[in-house]
């Protein structure tokens, strides 16, 4: 007779077998093997995503140091500077601004400089061998004696014009001008139509109002008393507190041109170097594209060389399968072998950005700055490309059946 159900020794069921998870260690450890094992392929494979971040990185590095610069030569210089040029007549003739218009511009509240140049009729050249036709380029421009405090200009050479020398037939030459004249030391003379005048100076490049660098400037008693100037001014300076600069721009025409503030043109020096500062954030842009094209056939890579090593490595995974990986551990293996190449792709490519920004800075004479976002943002695209570069090969490989893997040839 059977047992009565309940009385023998109670059935044990065999305890079911689990999977231990692998440890992060060990990931990152069969990771590098197969990084290891191939190391030309990586390398290889490494170098497009380098090159995409050091191109991303050296753009907003060498943006933000010229930037910088920018930003300092301003504060230097100064952004308040306001110039009055008169303009031209419906028949295209030059009009000219009344004699007493630093006088007037002065009268202005919050104005604490005006000064003027004058348009002067002069040919310039190096000699009298040289034929008169032959200006190489430089005009003449009557200047007062404070032209240079109000620019923030600085005399390279020599001395500028003064109370003393201003009647004198004397001139200081523009940085450009010195240069196309031949003059690299002040004492030689030069011819202004059929008389000789000495260079007394010369300027270094005015950064504000580049045009004074071609010029070769006289005092205003001289060029009335040796070249028949009318004493009329062709282009006002005027500096104001940054505060007020705009409503001394509201007032300025009408009052050097009262009547007729048509006539005239008033204009910030400063804007110049503010468009230059939004053209270079637009070539910015455009490069960082660039960079991010070069990113993404980077990962193309990496996706390539990552498929191709599933692929050779079949039996690999087929062996592990069989000895109890899981899908999921094949998956992290594989996956963590494309973060790693594209996190080295990365790493080299923010040395090599950060290197070449400080090389270019250093040779411009620039402060070197490399935002420390930039080179984060960088290496997170870095490791984004890397997860999608992996997705579908490690989804590929733990797909693969045991079987069917050990098998292949």
Not at 23 to 31: F, H, N
Not at 157 to 179: D, I, S
Not at 305 to 312: D, G, N, Q, R, Y
């Given at each position: 007779m059977r047992p009565p159900r309940g009385d023998g020794p109670a059935r044990r069921r065999p305890a079911r077998l689990?999977?231990?998870?692998?440890?992060?260690?060990?990931?990152?450890?069969?990771?590098?093997?197969?990084?290891?094992?191939?190391?030309?392929?990586?390398?290889?494979?490494?170098?497009?995503?380098?090159?995409?971040?050091?191109?991303?990185?050296?753009?907003?590095?060498?943006?933000?140091?010229?930037?910088?610069?920018l930003m300092a030569r301003l504060d230097r210089l100064g952004t308040n500077l306001l110039t009055v040029e008169a303009g031209e007549d419906p028949q295209g003739n030059e009009l000219k601004l009344p004699k007493s218009a630093v006088a007037m511009v002065e009268r202005i509240g919050p104005v604490r400089h005006a000064t003027a140049t004058a348009n002067v009729d002069a040919r310039i050249r190096r000699s009298d061998v040289v034929p008169e036709e032959r200006t190489a380029g430089v005009t003449t421009q009557a200047a007062r004696t404070d032209l240079l405090a109000a620019l923030n200009a600085r005399v390279a050479?020599?001395?500028?014009?003064?109370?003393?020398?201003?009647?004198?037939?004397?001139?200081?030459?523009?940085?450009?001008?010195?240069?196309r004249l031949g003059i690299t030391e002040p004492g030689g003379k030069i011819m202004m139509n059929d008389e000789y005048v000495v260079v007394v100076g010369i300027l270094e490049p005015v950064e504000l109002v580049p045009t004074l660098d071609r010029v070769a400037m006289i005092g205003f008693?001289?060029?009335?008393?040796?070249?028949?100037?009318?004493?009329?001014?062709?282009?006002?300076?005027?500096?104001?507190?940054?505060?007020?600069?705009?409503?001394?721009?509201?007032?300025?025409?009408?009052?050097?041109?009262?009547?007729?503030?048509?006539?005239?043109?008033?204009?910030?020096?400063?804007?110049?170097?503010?468009?230059?500062?939004a053209t270079d954030k637009g070539l910015t842009t455009l490069m960082l594209g660039l960079g991010a094209v070069a990113l993404l056939v980077g990962g193309v890579g990496v996706a390539?060389?990552?498929?191709?090593?599933?692929?050779?490595?079949r039996q690999e995974i087929g062996l592990r399968r069989a000895l109890g990986a899981t899908r999921n551990a094949v998956r992290l293996q594989f996956l963590t072998e494309s973060l790693l190449l594209s996190a080295l792709g990365g790493a080299a490519g923010a040395a090599l950005g950060t290197t070449a920004t400080f090389g270019f800075?250093?040779?411009?004479?620039?402060?070197?700055?490399?935002?420390?976002?930039?080179?984060?943002?960088?290496?997170?695209?870095?490791?984004?490309?890397?997860?999608?570069?992996?997705?579908?090969?490690a989804v590929r490989a733990s797909r693969l059946h045991p079987t069917v893997a050990l098998n292949a040839t």
């Open positions: 689990r999977p231990t998870p692998l440890a992060p260690g060990d990931i990152l450890r069969l990771g590098a093997v197969g990084l290891r094992a191939r190391r030309a392929r990586v390398v290889l494979s490494a170098l497009g995503i380098a090159i995409g971040i050091a191109t991303m990185v050296a753009v907003v590095g060498l943006s933000q140091s010229s930037k910088s610069d050479k020599g001395t500028w014009l003064n109370r003393a020398n201003e009647r004198l037939p004397v001139t200081v030459l523009g940085a450009v001008a010195a240069q008693p001289a060029a009335e008393r040796h070249f028949r100037f009318d004493g009329h001014p062709s282009m006002i300076f005027e500096r104001s507190p940054d505060g007020t600069v705009e409503d001394v721009r509201a007032v300025l025409a009408r009052t050097v041109s009262p009547g007729s503030e048509g006539s005239v043109k008033v204009s910030r020096p400063s804007d110049a170097l503010a468009a230059k500062a390539n060389t990552m498929v191709i090593s599933v692929l050779e490595r800075a250093l040779a411009q004479g620039w402060t070197a700055v490399v935002p420390p976002w930039s080179v984060a943002a960088g290496f997170g695209a870095t490791l984004f490309i890397g997860v999608l570069a992996g997705l579908y090969p």
